[in-house]
């Protein structure tokens, strides 16, 4: 079993910064490839970001490319989202999740993910 927790989301200025941290409770953690997710109000979940176990590939929805990083500490079980020149549509709650070596499908799905956290509320204002 792994336990994700999230932290790090808040209210920010329009063009500001953020840092989300997801922590991870399992000592596997290397193994699982992660993702970050986010849903705003009446909207679908939506893929944001994903880095494999070892970092050597890493994906982007095009609405974030050029803003957000992701990338993880494997000594530290967590996996990080840099979110910088955040826009109001960026307002949404995050959500990470681990994606194990036995799952296959695309990274920007939620079906290739068995793990979730329980979310962090992000908010832009503008």
Do not use: H
Request: aromatic share 14%; with cysteine.
């Amino acid at each position: 079993q792994v336990q994700l927790v999230e932290s790090g989301g808040g209210l920010v200025q329009a063009g500001g910064s953020l840092r989300l941290s997801c922590a991870s409770s399992g000592r596997t953690f290397s193994s699982y490839g992660m993702g970050w997710f986010r849903q705003a109000p009446g909207k679908e979940r939506e893929f944001v970001a994903a880095i494999t176990w070892s970092g050597g590939s890493i994906y982007y929805a095009d609405s974030v490319k050029g803003r957000f990083t992701i990338s993880r500490d494997n000594t530290k079980n967590t996996v990080y989202l840099q979110m910088n020149s955040l826009k109001p549509e960026d307002t949404a709650v995050y959500y990470c999740a681990a994606s194990p070596l036995t799952y296959s499908g695309s990274w920007y799905r939620g079906a290739r993910y068995n793990y979730w956290g329980q979310g962090t509320q992000v908010t832009v204002s503008s």
